[in-house]
């Protein structure tokens, strides 16, 4: 990667979508966010001039530096449109093993042969989804952390026709994002995911045996182990629904029953109570 600016398609408008727009933009890369839905769209966009805002109102930003951020930004609903001189394509969908396939089959007809393709994928094959393209040698796994432009961790997730070169330009690439990088084999759960959500199961499952509330469980991890956010607050930001397919898929994958999702997350998700974006998880949430 050089210092001059660099083309950043993000396909996926969602939570992890709209926060890796946000912290491309903020390194200076030209920034396209597309998604299918435009409703999608509108609504990502809105949460990056409330994040520009915010960060002007708390001294971070000047207003100067949010309007030129805002200004390396723009939204595409059509993928050809958005890929097509792309140096590094995000995928950022659906944690379905299937839809991420075709995406990149697409993807690597539109996007330029050149360009990095990367899967942000938190636990599912990044060897099977490099897999339904023809060169998957340029082709990996950047995990990025909700918030994303508050958590520094970027997992680099390589697989076994990955080349050298895609891996030094996606650890290049985390650091111009002011990232801190860590390289990772491809393994159900990566490092994070797999040790993340066996702590967001037990702690479900100790709410279900009554050993504490949900706000005393989180209080245990963040002041007896220093985390900045408990286990059961995190799965709401990440989504109850993300996190029970998770803990399907690594359930599945390797057999472990710690992985096996409590009832208490089912009978979240299938009442629709997903966590901060529907109002309702662990916590009850407003605005």
């Not at 001039?49 to 030129?68: H, I, M, P, Y």
């Amino acid at each position: 990667m050089t210092d001059s600016p660099l083309r950043v398609a993000i396909v996926g408008a969602g939570t992890m979508g709209h926060g890796i727009a946000y912290v491309a933009a903020l390194a200076s890369c030209s920034v396209t966010l597309t998604d299918s839905h435009v409703a999608a769209l509108e609504q990502a966009q809105g949460k990056i001039d409330a994040l520009l805002a915010s960060g002007v109102k708390r001294g971070k930003l000047t207003a100067a530096d949010a309007a030129a951020i805002r200004g390396r930004m723009r939204t595409e609903p059509d993928l050809g449109a958005a890929i097509a001189r792309a140096d590094v394509v995000i995928e950022a969908i659906v944690e379905n093993l299937a839809v991420k396939q075709r995406l990149f089959a697409a993807v690597e007809r539109g996007a330029p042969a050149v360009a990095l393709l990367a899967t942000n994928t938190s636990s599912l094959s990044v060897s099977e989804i490099a897999g339904a393209l023809t060169d998957p040698s340029r082709c990996l796994g950047l995990h990025f952390f909700n918030p994303v432009h508050l958590m520094r961790l970027l997992e680099v997730v390589t697989h076994a026709r990955t080349e050298r070169g895609t891996v030094d330009r996606a650890v290049a690439f985390a650091r111009r994002l002011g990232k801190e990088p860590i390289v990772v084999k491809d393994s159900p759960g990566f490092a994070s995911s797999r040790l993340g959500v066996v702590l967001g199961l037990e702690a479900m499952r100790m709410l279900e045996q009554g050993v504490a509330s949900a706000e005393d469980i989180d209080k245990a991890m963040e002041l007896g182990y220093n985390h900045p956010m408990g286990p059961l607050k995190l799965t709401d930001l990440v989504g109850l629904d993300v996190r029970l397919a998770i803990a399907e898929y690594l359930h599945q994958t390797l057999g472990s029953a710690h992985y096996a999702p409590p009832r208490i997350l089912r009978d979240k998700v299938a009442k629709g109570d997903l966590g901060k974006k529907t109002g309702k998880g662990f916590y009850t949430w407003s605005g």
